[in-house]
């Protein structure tokens, strides 16, 4: 029962801030853009871009396809952000170490775990909520959004109004302590739908609650 484990890549380093950049700019959009277009966009030297853009398509989180010939010389390339749950961006692998520490903090010092890890879930899912890149969203797909970067691979079931998450970036964390870190997420999902305005009282989530996922509802 429950999500499979997100799929990482422990022989690749996280992404330096520079390239992890560039990737959120990619994922921002849907349609393709050239080096030179990123450069333009970033405020980089094209070669930098480009540099950046063969790495994560290295890595299996850009697609790269040849562009249109114009003049002489070969045909450059275009690249294009693939689905977020193809696989997570790197950089949260550090989430893990920083759950487990959390849940064995919240475990030896708090009266009610519970109701504090709630609490440290709401203040991450505020500020990530937060972020420029979510200014244009609603509350529910920035939710869906946040999951979907962090790793969860969240698919929505209009027929229920939930969502389930199939995939967990601290699986082995949840293994650990997991009324505590499933308590975090509960509380993350709360504090982006409340820092963009909605009302978080209804929100629930059940772990574990079938094969291959845990279901969250919204609403």
């Known amino acids: 029962m429950g999500p499979s484990p997100s799929r990482f890549n422990p022989a690749q380093p996280p992404l330096s801030n520079p390239r992890a950049r560039v990737l959120e700019a990619m994922q921002r959009s849907t349609a393709a853009a050239s080096a030179a277009q990123v450069a333009l966009q970033l405020g980089l030297h094209e070669n930098t871009a480009r540099k950046h853009l063969e790495g994560l398509a290295h890595r299996g989180l850009l697609e790269r396809t040849p562009g249109v010939s114009v003049g002489r010389g070969r045909p450059g390339f275009s690249y294009r952000a693939l689905p977020h749950h193809a696989e997570p961006d790197a950089r949260v692998r550090g989430n893990v170490g920083l ?3 959390l849940a064995r903090h919240i475990a ?9 890890a709630i609490a440290a879930g709401e203040a991450w899912g505020t500020e990530l909520a937060l972020a420029p890149r979510h200014d244009a969203s609603t509350s529910n797909a920035t939710v869906l959004a946040l999951l979907d970067e962090l790793g969860f691979a969240p698919e929505v079931d209009s027929a229920t109004g ?3 998450l199939r995939r967990c970036p601290l699986l082995d964390a949840v293994r650990a302590a ?3 870190v499933c308590a975090v997420h509960l509380g993350l999902a709360r504090g982006a739908l409340a820092a963009r305005g909605a009302s978080a009282t209804a ?13 969250l509802y919204l609403a």
Do not use: K
Request: with cysteine; glycine share 4%.
């Open 99 to 101: 759950a487990s520490a």
């Open 108 to 116: 030896a010092t708090s009266d009610n775990p519970r109701r504090d």
């Open 162 to 164: 939930s969502i389930a």
């Open 178 to 180: 997991p009324d505590i």
């Open 203 to 215: 929100v629930r989530l059940n772990p574990f609650a079938q094969a291959g996922a845990c279901r």
